[in-house]
Nanobody, 119 residues
Framework: QVQLMESGGGSVQAGGSLRLTCSAS???????LAWFRQAPGKEREGVAY????????SYADSVKGRFTISEDKGRKLLYLQMNSLKPDDTAMYYC?????????????WGQGTQVTVSS
C-alpha cells in the first residue's frame, strides 16, 4: 500500500519561493515519484518527475529552471523546491506515485496542498 501526504503549500508573492514536501510510504522496488498541479478550470499538469534511486529528473517546460524535485529515500520524503514563483503557478499541488517507470499509470495520489502566488 502507498500512502502520500503533502505539506508546505501557502501564499507567496511573485518571485518568492516555497518548498513542498510529500511523505511517501511505498513498498515497490521501482517507482516514479512525481508532482502534479491543477489550477481552477484547467487540466491536471505533470510538473516534475523522478525515478526513485536518483535517476535524472524531468520537468514541464513551464517550470524548468525554477523548480527542483528531489527525494530523501531514507526518510521517505519527496520535495519540490519552487523558486521565482509566478501567478501562473497558482494551483493545487499533488504528489503521486507510479509503480514502475515515469511512463506508468499514477495510481496513488496525495490529498493536495494549495499554492497561491500573488502579483
Amino acid at each position: 500500500q502507498v500512502q502520500l501526504m503533502e505539506s508546505g503549500g501557502g501564499s507567496v508573492q511573485a518571485g518568492g519561493s516555497l518548498r513542498l514536501t510529500c511523505s511517501a510510504s511505498y513498498h515497490y522496488s521501482r517507482v516514479c515519484l512525481a508532482w502534479f498541479r491543477q489550477a481552477p478550470g484547467k487540466e491536471r499538469e505533470g510538473v516534475a518527475y523522478i525515478e526513485s534511486g536518483g535517476d535524472t529528473p524531468s520537468y514541464a517546460d513551464s517550470v524548468k529552471g525554477r523548480f527542483t524535485i528531489s527525494e530523501d529515500k531514507g526518510r521517505k520524503l519527496l520535495y519540490l523546491q519552487m523558486n521565482s514563483l509566478k501567478p501562473d503557478d497558482t494551483a493545487m499541488y499533488y504528489c503521486a506515485v507510479a509503480g514502475g517507470s515515469c511512463y506508468s499509470r499514477y495510481n496513488y495520489w496525495g490529498q493536495g496542498t494549495q499554492v497561491t502566488v500573488s502579483s
